[in-house]
């Protein structure tokens, strides 16, 4: 046993704390290693917890390769690179604001964080096309899916879009009135955190149109796809048929609504009937396991996106009021560890359902 | 050595302490401090066990007579289900490890606090809200039936609160994350100067294991639960055979954690009887590196057998055999413990208070269930076995006789740090026999009728079985009875109880160089890091009539060191 010094052995009655450290710590340096281990610790069960997803996804893949493999020919690459990329940007310009907290810049600090919310908004501008664009086809979880193909003209807006926007859009004129609430009793950087938070919700309608104008693009291949059915994948085929079957019964009396639709495919129907049709007659109605899994996994990531946001949103408010300096920056640290997470949690999402084959 | 007046002040029963620096509800609900989250847990998880135990005992008095007594078979099954649930998900989870380890890991190295206290508060937080969820699914009238396990696809075709209780555990889960999270932490950065791995007591050590499995294992039933409840809203078809899905899954998806989670529950007992053996036999621990890795052993090995409750679920054969084998290796480490418990006590200078017997208890019970877990790990007898009170006499010897137990024992031993107040060890004895008692009574003949075919969950039953249940029943009653008189005797003990010094017990861990009850900071002092099992290494002090470390005892009255103790 080391020498005990006992005359010394009581503690000073009086700490003096920096402002930043908790009292239970012994100085800043503990106090980060801690964080920076929690935060390594939380971003392993964030993993195992979509563990879960991934197995299902594996298992189902391995039962039903078929289905696998055709089935995310409803999903829109363009679509899922353009957030791939934007969210590949926004881990650099978090990185960068995390570099910029580390040199206790505030201002550049706050700038970066701004632009990878607007980022993450963006991202879920982008994915509530992509899920509008499917709802309106019919294309659910599994026990609601029942695919009705047609084309929209391009920058139709979709019921389930106007659903979605309900909320950024309260958020957007919220914001915006409390920024200029803010500034007209002078605080600054309340006004200012409301702006940016505004700006971050403008991101989501700038990912909204980008995802339009995208759509627009492709609706001519889609369409293409449509008329010449030998041309498309097996499983669009095996789910016209499936359509046309169950449309049979009551079609006229709907009228024409599926005029459209019907029409555009229905040269093509004897060649298709030989081969898919008697082939796999669950094919069709099988693929909404892949569409349960696909919305199970791409809505826990949103969610995370969410949160995402929030956090970023803690950190560009401890800017605006300058809290970071060199010797404290974890918190921004932490947050920025876990938004490179998401990402990559993304990056894996999109090749395993976009572009499998 | 220090003046008098230094050890007074650090060592003396102090005017004010962690219970009464502040006052009033909000100084609670609002606080930090890892002391009396600690203690709010224990009063938390002391309800849900009399709750779920009060369902018990119902239970076992309507089995009293074969035909079933008072309840109709949809109540039987909401009873047990629920009894199932509050018991592993409110109580033994939490037990140990956020009521126990809470109030001592930080002392044990002398620091002031977990490293994250608002997280702890929110653990606390969120263990009342999935427990509320929990019970909700009873006040909402709904009741659930599915058993604590949820299986599909019965949870998704019952009427009863399923996305309640579900959803109330999927919190709980939470709960327990943040707890084992802190935990992880605080030992890897918040220990004393000077305080190796090596120099941790051993309950640190099975703390740390447990929090691993908390950290690994619970988000996959979080994520598990979740896709249930979309599957019971939405129909996606992952778990339901009805839209294509594979119910099967749901079991390996709820094994993967819930096998864990035996360990969660076990793992933290058996670090309270390494600490009680030891102190109690006045003995260094035998075997002191074999005990630690063998808690992170058995960490470890308990992720790989998830597959042996489910032998009879149609697996591959093979797989079936390798989940026996993998089972099998568990027993190793977990007999290594037991085994350097018993040497400890070989030669030692036993002290039978309460704590000690209830250890003592822990020792018999727990081997027991893990002994006959080897009969359902092994594949043939399973057969035989699976779905019987074999099953469910197993793993209540493991649960009950074991995390209970340790929980009863780790109170007694420590309820003295955290009140400042000594228990009538007469009475605390004696609610240990009945503890020890009325268990071997509820659950012996429960191993018999088990074997001889009785299945579990059944409301009624062959008349040939009706005088095991008998027994059983009067045994569950006599054990109810035992854990209402421990909590009564601690209860007692906590207002009325004699005065008693810093550490009464001759105990080397840092915890008992605080002032009992601690001070809100802990400690006022540097504490002075010992091996936890140098006993010697504490002295008695005639004036504060308690053991204190002997570098700060009057040097006039010390008695000289013995020899170390090799091994
Ligand atoms: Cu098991």
Redesign the interface.
């Known amino acids: 046993m080391a020498v005990v010094d006992t005359d010394n052995i009581l503690e000073e009655e009086h700490h003096h704390h920096e402002p930043f450290i908790a009292h239970h710590f012994d100085d800043a340096e503990q106090q980060f290693d801690s964080g920076k281990l929690g935060i390594w610790l939380f971003l392993v069960t964030e993993i195992l917890f979509f563990s879960g997803l991934f197995v299902a996804y594996t298992l189902y893949r391995i039962h039903h390769p078929e289905i696998f493999e055709q089935a995310h020919h409803f999903l829109d690459k363009r679509l899922g690179a353009l957030n791939t990329i934007v969210l590949l940007f926004s881990s650099l310009t978090m990185a960068l604001g995390v570099h910029a907290a580390q040199n206790g810049d505030n201002k550049k600090c706050g700038l970066y964080v701004l632009i990878t919310m607007v980022c993450a908004a963006m991202f879920l501008g982008v994915k509530a096309i992509e899920y509008s664009h499917k709802w309106d086809l019919g294309i659910f979880v599994r026990s609601e899916f029942s695919y009705h193909p047609h084309t929209a003209e391009p920058f139709h807006v979709s019921p389930y879009l106007i659903k979605l926007s309900v909320i950024p859009v309260l958020l957007l004129v919220g914001f915006i009135a409390a920024s200029f609430f803010a500034r007209a009793s002078s605080k600054v950087a309340l006004s200012k955190f409301m702006g940016g938070l505004a700006i971050t919700v403008g991101g989501y309608f700038v990912g909204v149109l980008i995802g339009m104008t995208f759509m627009a693009l492709t609706a001519e291949n889609e369409h293409a796809q449509l008329e010449s059915p030998s041309q498309a994948p097996l499983v669009l085929r095996a789910l016209t048929l499936d359509d046309d079957k169950h449309d049979d019964g009551h079609a006229d009396a709907d009228g024409d609504a599926h005029a459209d639709g019907d029409h555009s495919h229905a040269d093509g129907e004897d060649h298709a009937h030989g081969d898919s049709h008697a082939k796999s007659p669950d094919l069709g109605r099988d693929v909404g396991i892949f569409f349960s899994i696909y919305y199970c996994m791409t809505g826990l990531h949103a969610i995370h996106i969410i949160a995402g946001i929030v956090a970023l949103a803690w950190i560009y408010w401890r800017c605006l009021v300058v809290h970071w300096r060199p010797d404290y920056f974890g918190p921004v640290d932490y947050v920025g560890l876990y938004w490179h997470l998401v990402d990559l949690i993304w990056i894996y999402l999109f090749p395993l359902l976009y572009l499998i084959d | 050595?220090?003046s008098a007046e230094?050890r007074n002040?650090?060592f003396d029963t102090p005017e004010t302490n962690y219970l009464n620096h502040t006052r009033g509800w909000k100084s609670w609900a609002f606080t930090l401090d890892h002391k009396r989250i600690g203690v709010m847990y224990l009063i938390g998880v002391t309800i849900a066990l009399f709750l779920a135990g009060a369902f018990a005992l119902v239970l076992r008095w309507h089995l009293f007579w074969f035909e079933g007594g008072f309840l109709s078979n949809e109540m039987y099954n909401q009873m047990f289900t629920l009894h199932g649930a509050i018991m592993v998900f409110s109580f033994i989870i939490p037990s140990v490890p956020a009521a126990l380890g809470n109030f001592v890991l930080p002392m044990m190295i002398g620091?002031?606090?977990?490293?994250?206290?608002r997280m702890n508060l929110m653990s606390f937080y969120l263990w009342i809200a999935g427990t509320c969820c929990l019970a909700a699914a009873i006040l909402s009238g709904y009741g659930l039936d599915t058993g604590w396990t949820f299986y599909t696809p019965y949870s998704i075709e019952t009427s009863t609160g399923v996305i309640f209780a579900t959803f109330g555990a999927f919190i709980l889960g939470f709960s327990s994350?943040f707890t084992g999270?802190?935990f992880?932490?605080?030992v890897?950065?918040?220990r004393a100067p000077?305080q190796s791995w090596f120099k941790l007591p051993l309950f640190l050590w099975s703390l740390y294991a447990t929090s691993i499995i908390q950290?690994?294992?619970?988000?996959?039933l979080?994520?598990?639960l979740?896709?249930l409840i979309?599957e019971r809203t939405?129909?996606?078809?992952?778990f339901d055979p009805k839209?294509?899905?594979?119910p099967v899954?749901f079991q390996h998806?709820f094994w993967f954690y819930s096998h864990p989670a035996v360990y969660i529950m076990i793992l933290p007992a058996m670090g309270v009887i390494s600490e009680l053996i030891s102190v109690y036999s006045q003995k260094r621990i035998f075997g002191y590196s074999f005990i630690a890795f063998s808690s992170v052993a058995i960490a470890l090995l308990g992720f790989l057998v998830w597959g042996h409750h489910m032998f009879t679920s149609g697996q591959s054969p093979m797989v079936t055999l390798i989940f026996s084998a993998i089972t099998f290796t568990v027993a190793i480490p977990s007999a290594v413990k037991v085994f350097n418990w018993l040497a400890t006590l070989y030669k030692g200078s036993i002290l039978l208070n309460t704590p000690m017997c209830y250890a003592l208890s822990f020792i018999f019970l727990f081997g027991i269930g893990g002994l006959t877990g080897l009969f359902l790990g092994a594949l043939s007898t399973d057969i035989h076995l699976h779905d019987t009170y074999f099953v469910v006499a197993h793993f209540h010897f493991v649960m009950v006789g074991g995390t209970l137990t340790a929980l009863l024992g780790g109170l007694f031993h420590w309820w003295p740090k955290m009140f400042g107040r000594m228990y009538n060890d007469m009475l605390g004895r004696i609610s240990c026999f009945l503890v020890f008692a009325g268990f071997n009574l509820t659950f012996f003949p429960q191993f018999v009728m088990g074997s001889r075919g009785m299945p579990r969950r059944y409301a009624s039953y062959d008349p040939e079985f009706q005088i095991f249940h008998q027994w059983s029943t009067f045994g569950a009653s006599i054990l109810g009875f035992g854990i209402l008189m421990s909590f009564g005797v601690l209860l007692y003990a906590a207002f009325y109880g004699k005065r008693c010094g810093a550490n009464p017990f001759k105990a080397a861990s840092l915890e008992w160089q605080s002032s009992s009850p601690p001070d809100f900071?802990n400690?006022?002092?540097?504490p002075?890091?010992?091996d936890p099992y140098d006993f010697d290494?504490q002295v008695y002090d005639k004036d504060l009539d308690t053991y204190i470390p002997r570098?700060?005892a009057d040097p006039k009255t010390v008695p000289p060191r013995r020899e170390p103790v090799h091994h």
């Open positions: 050595m220090a230094i002040k650090i620091a002031k606090d977990v490293a994250f206290p994350i999270l802190n992880l932490v605080t890897n950065t918040m000077g950290i690994l294992a619970t988000p996959v979080g994520i598990t979740l896709m979309a939405m129909h996606i078809g992952i839209y294509g899905g594979d899954l998806f900071h400690f006022i002092h540097k002075i890091l010992h290494s570098e700060l």
